[in-house]
Structures are given as C-alpha cells and as structure tokens.
C-alpha cells in the first residue's frame, strides 16, 4: 500500500493534469460551461425544495438551506461514482499505450468531485448567510468531515471502477443504487424524523453519519458527534484498503478486458 502512494506521488504530474482535464471537459461545448457546477445544486435546490416544503410540506425552520447543504454535499458521492464507475475503461487507449499507476483514475475523478464541492461553498455559504442561518467556529471542522467523506467516497469510486471492467452492467446499476441511496440518507428529512425503531437501520448507513455531520457545522452550528465520525473513518481506511487490493488484482488484466 505504501509502495503504490509512493507511486501515485511520483506520477502526481500526471494526476493533475488528468484532474484538470477533467474539469475543463466536464462542459466542454455547453454555453455557460463551468458554471454548472454552481448551477446544478442550485437548479436541484428549486425542484427538491418545491416538492418537500410545498407538497411533502416538511416543517423545519430554514429547511430550502438544510436541504441545499445536503445536496451539494451528496453530489460529491454522486458525482464520483457515476463518473468513476466509467473512468477504466474511458481510458482503455491510454492503458494499452504507456504504463501508469491505474488508481490514478478513480482518484483523479474523486480529487475533481472534492474541488467542485469547495467551489460549491461559494454559493452555498451566502445562501445561508442570507437566509440567517447562524454559522461559527464549527465550521472549522469541515475539512475534517471532507476528509473523511473523500476516503469513503475514493475506496467506493475505486472499487465500481475497476468492478465495471468486468460487469459492464454495473454503470447503469450504479445510477439506481445512487438514487435509492439519497432518499435513504437524511437530506431531505432530519434524523429525527426517522422512526425510533429504524434509528439503528439508518446509522448503519455510512452516509447518515457523514451528512448529520455537514448538517451540524453548516445548519446548527454545533460540533457533530465526532465519536461517530471516528467509526466511519474507520470503516472508510478498511474499505479504501479492501478496494485498493481488488483493484490492483484486477488491474492486472486490463489491457484485454477493455
């Protein structure tokens, strides 16, 4: 493991000009190009919001910035593993031609997925500023929950990704697991509003924790249940190992799978 991120640094050029291209393609062609990344949570707030405070009808002070703190933070995971599930096999001419450290791909899309995000920030934080929502010192804690989140989601970007090589059928699977996974993660409702006796159903869900935690800096300016976000940490190295070990196996037959 330490040998291949000795690796990965040597060939860091490479990531991040991979990174960068990335982002510049991600557009390419469309009129208002990079601003989608703004756009985007912006345009999902307007539906989500419309149908939950207004239909659903959901009573939570200030509940359009809960839920637009919740989707810019989900579309971190989304993103990536969308992307991620692809990114072996879009690169299959590059595989064949010269040699690389093969996890460069799936962690190039996450770095993209994490960049966007912090642009993000930039629109969400005056949002919440406009709509009074007290923020403070807690918010010193986010790069710590980013970290976190960036494992979690690199060791599951990792593993669709070099999974999809060999299951073609997993990245149409992806997008419904995707959507399955937001309404089962407490974005557009709180924790409180899960039944106590799926409390416990719920806190197995890696993701509960991770977005309880944005929801606490962001939202309610507290400190989140850092005992909690120590479990997922842990649960995300073992899982960033495991995937790390399948992907360096199945790496190895690349070249003729793809």
């Known amino acids: 493991m330490l040998r291949k991120i000795k690796e ?3 060939y860091r050029q490479m990531l991040e000009s991979m990174v960068l291209t990335d982002l510049r393609t991600r557009y390419k062609g469309s009129f208002l190009g990079f601003f989608w990344t703004l756009l985007n949570p912006l345009l999902m707030l307007a539906v989500y919001s419309m149908i939950f405070k207004y239909v659903v009808r959901i009573s939570l002070e200030n509940y359009t910035s809960y839920l637009f703190i919740g989707i810019v933070a989900w579309n971190l995971l989304s993103q990536a ?3 991620g599930s692809t990114s072996v096999i879009r690169n299959a001419g ?3 031609k010269i040699y690389f450290p093969k996890e460069i791909l799936p962690l190039s899309v996450v770095i993209g997925g994490i960049i966007n995000f912090v642009l993000s920030l930039v629109v ?4 919440l500023v406009i709509s009074d929502v007290k923020l403070g010192w807690s918010l010193l804690l986010v790069p710590v929950i980013l970290l976190v989140y960036s494992i979690f989601t690199l060791a599951l970007t990792t593993l669709v990704s070099c999974l999809n090589v060999y299951f073609r059928d997993l990245e149409h699977i992806i997008g419904v697991i995707i959507m399955a996974w937001f309404y089962l993660t407490p ?3 709180t924790v409180d509003m899960i039944p106590e006796d ?3 159903v719920f806190s197995l869900n890696p993701m509960t924790t991770i977005m309880s935690c944005f929801h606490d800096v962001f939202f309610y300016n507290k400190v ?3 005992i909690s976000l120590s479990v997922v940490t842990g649960i995300s190295i073992v899982l960033l190992i495991i995937s790390y070990a399948i992907f360096a196996k199945l790496s190895r037959n690349f070249a003729e799978e793809i």
């Open 124 to 127: 969400l934080i005056p949002v």
């Open 198 to 200: 799926l409390q416990s």
């Open 224 to 226: 989140p249940d850092l």
């Open 81 to 83: 593993l969308t992307s």
């Open 94 to 96: 590059l595989i064949k």
């Open 187 to 189: 974005i557009v409702f």
């Open 8 to 10: 990965i640094f040597n």
